[in-house]
């Protein structure tokens, strides 16, 4: 299982970005896609994740507001629109995929190589 992120990058503060990831591989079945990050000398945290079936979100306190995901299912993409972008969501973000590989494997979870975003004027 391959997990391709894109859209990082340098935005300025209050400005806007969106993030995309794509799975891809030998995939039987995705439970949740979305979001950790990692900002310089700070653990990686969640940031956002979503069930692929039904789409029930849930994000970290941090962002709630600000940022939204969304996903397509049939594509095996989710997508993170972060909005009011400040210097504290300066991080790497890295796209995370539970899937089942096979239809009796179990669940496992895949990283994606991050994407950086910076916030600065």
């Known amino acids: 299982v391959q997990l391709q992120a894109s859209g990082g990058g340098l935005v300025q503060p209050g400005g806007s970005r969106r993030l995309s990831c794509i799975a891809s591989g030998t995939i039987w079945y995705i439970n949740f896609m979305g979001w950790y990050r990692q900002a310089p000398g700070k653990e990686r945290e969640k940031v956002a994740m979503i069930r692929m079936s039904g789409g029930t979100a849930d994000y970290a306190d941090s962002v709630k507001g600000r940022f939204t995901i969304s996903r397509d299912e049939v594509k095996s993409t989710v997508s993170l629109e972060m909005n009011s972008l400040n210097a504290e969501d300066t991080a790497v973000y890295y796209c995370?995929?539970?899937?089942?590989?096979?239809?009796?494997?179990?669940?496992?979870?895949?990283w994606g190589k991050g994407t950086l975003v910076t916030v600065s004027s």
């Open positions: 995370n995929a539970n899937v089942r590989k096979y239809y009796d494997d179990p669940l496992q979870d895949y």
